[in-house]
């Protein structure tokens, strides 16, 4: 049985989706994950401990644990999960001799700041940009115009992105923003990244996501993503992505063009590629190109159609990248496709919801997943990094999804109480 190591920081739904693809294709997972060594198989999942802050260790842990269970010693492919996952996955192919990205290039693309240097040095259209100390965050000053947005350089999922508008609003933003970054979640991650925020000019414009996969340099797109929504700030909280795109022709080869062009700039040679941008009367700004798949639920919005007429998920035609099988006959279904990532309203404690059944009984809606538990604490954005679930719909066109995906989440009432905070 051929084997695949699955790097990721959690054992979430995700991984989940991966090891439903993996038992349709006969494929054995083996995980490896950022928790306690010290613990014997705290998931019961028979995960390979690892440090994603300790790369030489890390790298030794899964060679070991390979060592002696098979002739080769070594697994037939390597997919990373997640942004943090993906520096350490390029080391673990090169220890193994096996085909993924040059380290050095997944480092630069994980650095938002690294990155945004390669772009501008290589010609890019870029947006410009500062880089300030957590520790001047007190009296942050920029020399760029305003509007402008104050990012993290390694954090995901628009978390703790934020506009600022004047002097006034960066002080509130740099503030929230370094005081998120010395929460304990993301102290413990250890990035050096971690000590410095970047500040870049507001890009206006309509943004979308892409997806694809590169193989020994090659890029191969399996779809563009429209973000309906504007995302104009103060947050930017992604919604609803629908696809195909009804940018046009024109738009949508340029949109390939400068991602194609960023990935080259980068270095990433093979894997899974998401990447994202902007478009507006001046071109094309690459945002981001991510070394991963797209995450959470949201690739059940994406589905394949093989050379034989039959329907594949991106999982699946992941993990047959990952063994070495061409994967350029996969096509994305006809069909309009979207899905809705279920923002959390407000801080608060969750208890239930209401209406989910209503929204799957409206047309177009394939299926409601609320992923929030129930007593767990719910953080928005720009500090949280979660959903309360998902809403995915199928249709002729994107336009009737969109509405689908809307209707539904209207239809959702969730209950949130507020948090008792104890007083001593």
Excluded at 43 to 60: C, G, N, Q
Excluded at 338 to 359: L, Q, T
């Amino acid at each position: 049985m051929k084997r695949v190591l699955l790097l990721a920081a959690t054992t979430g739904y995700q991984i989940r989706s991966f090891g439903e693809a993996a038992d349709r294709l006969g494929v054995r997972l083996v995980f490896a994950s950022d928790r306690c060594d010290r613990l014997e198989d705290p998931w019961w999942d028979s995960a390979i401990p690892v440090r994603f802050h300790e790369t030489s260790p890390s790298v030794e842990a899964v060679v070991a644990s390979f060592r002696g269970q098979a002739s080769d010693e070594r697994p037939d492919g390597v997919i990373a999960v997640g942004d943090r996952p993906t520096v350490l996955a390029a080391h673990v192919c090169a220890a193994f001799g096996l085909p993924g990205n040059p380290p050095a290039a997944t480092e630069t693309s994980r650095n938002k700041l690294e990155a945004r240097r390669a772009f501008a040095s290589a010609g890019l259209l870029t947006p410009h940009f500062e880089v300030v100390s957590v520790s001047e965050s007190r009296s942050p000053r920029t020399s760029l115009p305003y509007p402008v947005v104050v990012k993290p350089l390694a954090l995901s999922g628009s978390q703790g992105v934020i506009r600022a508008d004047d002097d006034e609003s960066l002080a509130q933003a740099m503030d929230r923003v370094s005081r998120l970054l010395r929460t304990t979640d993301i102290a413990i991650e250890r990035e050096s990244a971690h000590d410095y925020v970047l500040i870049e000019t507001f890009i206006p414009g309509k943004e979308y996501a892409i997806e694809g996969v590169l193989t020994n340099g090659e890029f191969q797109v399996f779809t563009i993503f429209d973000k309906p929504d504007p995302l104009d700030g103060p947050f930017f909280e992604e919604t609803i992505y629908l696809t195909p795109s009804r940018a046009n022709h024109e738009t949508q080869n340029a949109i390939v063009d400068a991602i194609a062009s960023a990935i080259r700039i980068l270095g990433l040679r093979h894997g899974p590629v998401h990447a994202e941008c902007r478009v507006n009367d001046q071109g094309i700004y690459v945002l981001e190109v991510a070394a991963r798949p797209i995450g959470g639920l949201c690739s059940k919005a994406i589905r394949f159609s093989a050379a034989d007429g039959s329907l594949t998920t991106l999982e699946e035609v992941l993990l047959r990248h990952a063994l070495g099988d061409p994967v350029h006959s996969y096509r994305r279904i006809n069909r309009a496709t979207g899905v809705m990532m279920i923002p959390i309203p407000r801080r608060g404690v969750y208890r239930g919801v209401s209406g989910v059944e209503n929204a799957r009984r409206i047309a177009g809606v394939d299926d409601v997943i609320i992923t929030a538990k129930p007593d767990s604490t719910l953080v928005p954005l720009p500090e949280g990094r979660s959903y309360l679930g998902f809403i995915f719909a199928t249709g002729e066109t994107p336009a009737s999804i969109e509405d689908a995906l809307r209707r539904a989440h209207e239809t959702l009432d969730f209950i949130i109480d507020r948090e008792v905070t104890l007083v001593r």
